[in-house]
């Protein structure tokens, strides 16, 4: 019985450890933005890709 409420009590400690540090990195986020835009990475175009290989496993 004691074990499981330590458990119990562990668990929703990290729980809300959690979602406090969620908070403030979201909060902290809003504050502080960054001026460069994210990396944008290039489409993949998976037919040509898949064309590509077969031309090359036919060769």
């Known amino acids: 019985m ?3 409420l330590v458990l119990i ?3 929703l400690y990290l ?3 959690l979602g406090f540090v969620l908070i403030v990195d979201n909060l902290v986020g ?3 933005r960054d001026p460069r835009t994210p990396l944008q ?5 998976i037919g040509r890709a ?8 036919r060769k």
């Open 30 to 32: 809003l504050v502080f």
């Open 41 to 45: 990475l290039p489409s993949f175009d």
């Open 2 to 4: 004691e074990i499981s």
């Open 50 to 57: 898949l064309a590509a290989s077969q031309k090359f496993y």
């Open 15 to 17: 729980g809300l450890a």
């Open 9 to 11: 009590a562990a668990l």
